[in-house]
């Protein structure tokens, strides 16, 4: 397989409402759409980067910069046999797992498309459907956000996950548990937390939550094993975990019980596949997290989830819940069940990349 072009799309979107976390506010996405073309065929990827480096350390630019000075380069003086070997072109960058996944997930959207194999098919996903979560952000106050789970269940959605952060949680949580007692519901902090705000963990134990995600910093596997040693509630990592060596201190050192994983976060499918390998020899409970994602993103995290080792629910919504607008067709809606459907009745990401809106919506 020879990449013959390399085209980045800086495509703006527009979300239905903002999208608030202990780490700052989204209304409008900006995502580089990623293009890579052989023989009449092409693939499409995502990234996942937000503007600033609050989530992760890379930025849309970042991204951009990385791709541009080194990856593309590097990857029109190659033929690769496998979009497997792509990691082993890149393996001299540090970190910017970001930006590698995005030009990762377009050549195995490439290679499916030459060998008229869907994502799904070539990562070896045995599910057809996938079960769907909801992540609510912050609210203005509690009875908007018992309003919108509210919705949420009625659609079915499988678990409720909220956004929490320092004076939004405990009381949050109870709030919620006195109207509804029973549901799967979790809380994610984004890193918004230190050991030394235990308390508020152990307080948080009382609520039979599914889990809790990410509630100390991206760098701090032993803070989280220390408070993992003090509270019921299994701890999820998704920050801290950025390729399967991380994955395996923190499953090792007890820090983590379950592992949100990202595909983006991890540098791409392939490390997701290593990860995948991991979570089976150790009976490891996995899901697929999301980032806000077009359609694009998706597709390809509808196919990640499929695969055996992914049994809990996915932040994986409905289309029609993030943007107004939409790059591909069909868009991916919420079945009776609550599950979504894994596209693998076409090749690569086993939906149409619309690139006239792509253009459209590109600055
Ligand atoms: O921490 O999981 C997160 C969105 C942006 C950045 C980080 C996170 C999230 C979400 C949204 O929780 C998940 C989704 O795409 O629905
Ligand atoms: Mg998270």
Redesign the pocket.
Known sequence: MKIEAIKLYHVKMELRNP?R?S?GV?QEREILVTRVQSEGYDGYGEC?A?KGPW?SGETIDSCQSIITNFISPWLKETDLDHPRDFKKLVQQIKGNQMAKACIEDAIWGLYGHMNNKSLQELIGGTKESIPSG??L?IQQNTDILIEKIGKALEKNYQRI?I?IEPNWDVEIVKKIRDVYPNIPLMV?A?SAYRLKDKDIFISLDRFNLMMI??PLQYYDILDHAKLQKEIATPICL??SIKSVDDARVAIESDATRII?V?PARVGGITETLHIHELAKENSFPLWC?????TGIGRAKNLAVASLSTFTLPN???ESE??YTNYLVDPIFELNSDGTISVPNKQPGLGINVNLDAIEKYSK
Not at 289 to 293: A, F, V
């Open positions: 999208f976390t780490f989204t996942v937000e989530y909801i992540s952000g996950k956004k994610d984004n995600e990410q998704d920050e949100n990202k997290g999301g980032m806000l994602e932040d994986i919504s819940r993030y």
